[in-house]
């Protein structure tokens, strides 16, 4: 069967954006004529190249677990998923977040969010700290089953991932690590945000947990033993996942814009190529082209966890967003450089 062009799989994704600036255009237009609508434009495309930058490390992720799942299931990723990704994500959890910080009804969270951009800008940012316990710590969990798997073979930091493989034969290993990261970062939080990052961390922890008790009724060793025999688990993992990666996007984007619906088609871009990028990667064997590209991926997670929770803490990378999206591209970039020297070494 030859090969399909990688336009097969990114056509969406262009079209989409297509209309996306189109739509901001078209705001920006109504809001303040040609220059104003220029500017929406420019915005728009900003929030789409950093969220598509930022989330590489969550395609290759999602192309690990896709690639063992049922074709049905990659269909499902690819429609109900996106659906999931843009309008859940991008849309209802800013809203859902206006409501609970506002103590308002999610009509009038609409109101603010649509109408109000200084208010709803404001409420956003007060969640800032729960958004990224959570979040974190789900990432932080995600990255310790990976890394400290006493089955994993492939290991691009020898001496450190070989560690932590071998310390996976501890009981409750990631668990007790994880909530030792927790502890450990808040002392460096305000007073004010020690309950709120603990009970959000909390929270993160029991949604990973909920996934590894699914895991294991499906009678699956892990992740990806579970997906392949039970569609629906990697369904919600990959969605669950692709939404702890979002949470940082969606707080970060108050740096460029303070516009609801700009926020949203932004994003919304960027979640539509991190989709496309995933499918792409399962078509061509990727993975198993470039064997190191998976423990980059998961190293740069590691990185995002890191960034998240000093974040919480206040202390934010100069550059934001722009510096955490290059820190993980160059990530990336040195596990497909090694992946490449590596195989023309062995063959």
């Not at 993992?237 to 740096?255: N, R």
Request: charged share 10%; hydrophobic share 55%; with cysteine.
């Amino acid at each position: 069967m030859p090969q399909r062009h990688w336009f097969f799989f990114f056509w969406e994704s262009f079209l989409g954006t297509i209309l996306g600036i189109g739509v901001a255009f078209w705001l920006g237009y109504q809001a303040g004529g040609p220059s104003e609508a220029i500017a929406y434009l420019i915005t728009t495309t900003l929030l789409a190249c950093l969220e598509t930058s930022v989330s590489l490390d969550n395609a290759v992720v999602n192309a690990a677990v896709l690639r063992v799942m049922r074709p049905v299931w990659r269909f499902i990723f690819l429609t109900v998923g996106i659906a999931v990704a843009v309008f859940g994500m991008r849309i209802l959890f800013p809203i859902l977040i206006t409501s609970v910080m506002g103590h308002v009804p999610l009509a009038e969270a609409w109101r603010i969010a649509t109408t109000q951009p200084e208010r709803y800008q404001a409420l956003m940012e007060a969640s800032h700290v729960s958004v990224m316990g959570f979040g974190g710590m789900f990432l932080l969990m995600v990255a310790l089953t990976y890394f400290l798997n006493e089955n994993k073979e492939t290991h691009w930091v020898p001496w450190i991932e070989r560690f932590l493989a071998r310390a996976g034969n501890v009981e409750n290993a990631a668990a007790s690590l994880a909530i030792g990261v927790v502890l450990a970062t808040l002392p460096f939080l305000p007073e004010s945000n020690k309950y709120p990052f603990l009970i959000s961390a909390l929270a993160g922890f029991g949604v990973h947990a909920l996934i590894d008790v699914l895991k294991h009724i499906v009678g699956g060793s892990d992740i990806l033993e579970a997906a392949s025999k039970n569609g629906l688990v990697g369904f919600v993992y990959l969605e669950i996942l692709d939404s702890s990666f979002s949470f940082d996007g969606v707080v970060a984007a108050f740096a460029l814009t303070n516009k609801f619906w700009l926020i949203a088609l932004g994003l919304g871009i960027g979640a539509l190529f991190v989709r496309s990028m995933t499918v792409y990667l399962v078509d061509r064997g990727t993975l198993e082209h470039f064997i190191y590209l998976e423990p980059a991926a998961f190293w740069a997670i590691a990185f995002l966890v890191s960034v998240m929770f000093a974040s919480a803490a206040g202390h934010h990378l100069p550059g934001g967003e722009v510096t955490t999206a290059g820190a993980s591209l160059v990530i990336l970039l040195a596990g497909v450089i090694t992946s490449a020297v590596s195989r023309r070494r062995n063959s």
